[in-house]
């Protein structure tokens, strides 16, 4: 897929208040311009993912795949706050020639749909035929059929919920303790700042996504007679360094607040009244050992739909199933995009 930058030279208003004069968005796009009427595919990205799917999701997307950026136009927006292009902390604020650390804006999902919007207009996209997003890829899907409940024709929310759950909060709270037990992360002298307690919030965090099950699978001690237990701890600490050689602790801090402001209802009457505005043709799909979103909430989510299917991948994995249970996801998602593959 090809890389793309789009600078928008216009202020962009964020919902809690704030202002910026000037927004770079990252997107990657299919290898060739976009032919208005072919088959749009809109992916959005998870929270420490990038714009490139075949990246994070190469099982999934690239030739010969069951998203194959030669029979469609896939599309894909880097977040808002994410370090891999699009505007954030991370970004160089022209008032003071430094990064913004925390002189950037809070944001909440609404504004980071708010800038692929744009992304979509500026590429003349007037429908998309299939958008699908896992995790809080899910909320920014959520949120744009809502907020654009003309464009999307077929959605599908993958490990995702219309709200944030207290028990994710709880989560993203003890993620942003662990930086701001970091001294060097309030400091801000630079990037490098928090990188020990970026660490430490990608280790709690891991632990929310997978499962006790898939943890003493992959993570059970070679020797019998072992004195102290450490291999768990061992890919702890290698998952914590590895976040922190390609993330930045400031980026993480924003995502994490953008996970909290997840509400589909705010503002709109209720989650109900807002997913009564909803004109795509949805899917839900829940992991059944999936904690943070539990298919209780994906089965109730259906429910509230005008017309939904629901779907569930069986996985030891918990809420990172949505990377490993390919297969499944495959024989899932295979018969909706049928309609698309006879274009």
């Known amino acids: 897929m090809k890389r793309h930058t789009l600078v928008i030279e216009e202020p962009f ?11 770079e968005m990252v997107y990657h796009t299919s290898d060739r311009a ?12 998870a929270l420490t993912g990038n714009s490139n799917p075949e990246d994070w999701w190469p099982q999934l997307v690239g030739k010969g795949k069951l998203f194959d950026p030669d029979r469609y136009f896939i599309v894909c927006a880097a977040m808002l706050c994410s370090p891999y292009g699009a505007t954030g902390p991370a970004s160089v604020n022209p008032a003071t020639g430094k990064p913004y650390m925390f002189d950037f804006p ?25 958008m699908l997003g896992p995790s809080i890829g899910g909320f920014q899907a959520l949120e744009w059929v809502i907020m654009e409940p003309e464009v999307v024709r077929d959605v599908v929310f993958l ?3 219309t709200r944030v759950l207290p028990y994710m909060t709880a989560f993203n709270e003890s993620q942003r303790m662990a930086l701001e037990a970091d001294p ?89 009244a807002a997913l009564a505005r909803i004109q795509a043709n949805c899917m839900m799909i829940s992991i059944d050992s999936d904690v943070l979103f539990p298919p209780s909430h994906g089965m109730a ?8 299917q629901y779907r569930e ?6 809420h990172d199933g949505f990377l490993i249970e390919t297969e499944q996801l495959t024989d899932i998602l295979l018969p909706f995009l049928e309609k698309y593959m006879k274009r």
């Open 159 to 161: 490990a995702t919920a």
């Open 34 to 45: 976009y032919r208005p009427g072919e088959t749009v595919v809109w992916i959005c990205h």
């Open 313 to 318: 991948l069986s996985s030891r994995f918990g």
């Open 301 to 308: 989510t259906v429910a509230a739909l005008k017309s939904a």
């Open 184 to 272: 060097t992360f309030r400091e801000a002298k630079d990037l490098t700042g928090g990188r020990k307690g970026l660490a430490c919030a990608r280790s709690i965090a891991l632990i929310s996504y997978r499962t006790y099950e898939g943890y003493n699978l992959t993570q059970r001690e070679k020797e019998e007679d072992t004195l102290f237990a450490d291999r768990a701890g061992s890919y702890q600490r290698y998952q914590g360094k590895k976040l922190v050689d390609r993330f930045d602790a400031y980026s993480y801090w924003y995502l994490t607040l953008a996970l909290d402001s997840q509400n589909v209802g705010r503002g709109r009457g209720g989650v109900e």
């Open 106 to 130: 809070r944001t909440t999902v609404r504004d980071i749909v708010a800038a692929e919007i744009l992304v979509r207009k500026h590429l003349g996209i007037e429908r998309i035929d299939l």
């Open 13 to 23: 208003e964020f919902e809690e208040g704030g202002r910026l004069e000037r927004l």
